[in-house]
């Protein structure tokens, strides 16, 4: 996989969920991100993710103080970097790759997700050997920090 910069030519503005339910194997309840934007194919991108009183993990997390699972964000994170990895690789190879989770590192949760909240998670892509990637991310609400991590995921090609 060749290395891409950011220029304005392969930036990619937004991803939709459509093209996300064709990219992720997740679904309803765990897919957890809505949409992609500024995405440069291997590198870089921001997933957003529209939290709603109606999100399952609610009822249990915590029914009289609602707030969303650390552990969620991190995946959310893993989602938006598997996208990212996967807009790399040429259009007709892309369903046939998973990203698998390896490590998260690092990981700080800062203030809590609330009901109503719109999460921002910007994904940086810090090292790639063969097909291991190592991110950083970090989730905002409001401009502001709330969790952040440092993970690595694995591509495999579809058997």
Do not use: C
């Amino acid at each position: 996989m060749e290395e891409q910069t950011q220029t304005p030519e392969n930036i990619i503005e937004e991803i939709r969920i459509d093209q996300i339910l064709k990219l992720l194997p997740h679904r309803y309840p765990f897919l957890l991100v809505d949409r992609l934007k500024n995405v440069v194919p291997g590198v870089s991108g921001i997933g957003i993710k529209n939290v709603t009183m109606n999100e399952p993990f609610f009822q249990g997390h915590f029914p009289e103080n609602p707030v969303m699972p650390g552990v969620l964000q991190i995946e959310a994170m893993a989602q938006t970097a598997g996208i990212i990895v996967l807009m790399s690789f040429p259009e007709e190879e892309r369903n046939g790759n998973s990203v698998y989770f390896m490590t998260v590192d690092e990981v700080k949760f800062r203030k809590p997700i609330l009901p109503g909240d719109v999460i921002e998670f910007s994904v940086q892509k810090e090292q790639a050997v063969r097909n291991v990637f190592k991110f950083r991310g970090e989730a905002r609400v409001d401009g502001k920090l709330v969790s952040q991590a440092i993970f690595s995921a694995m591509v495999f090609k579809k058997q």
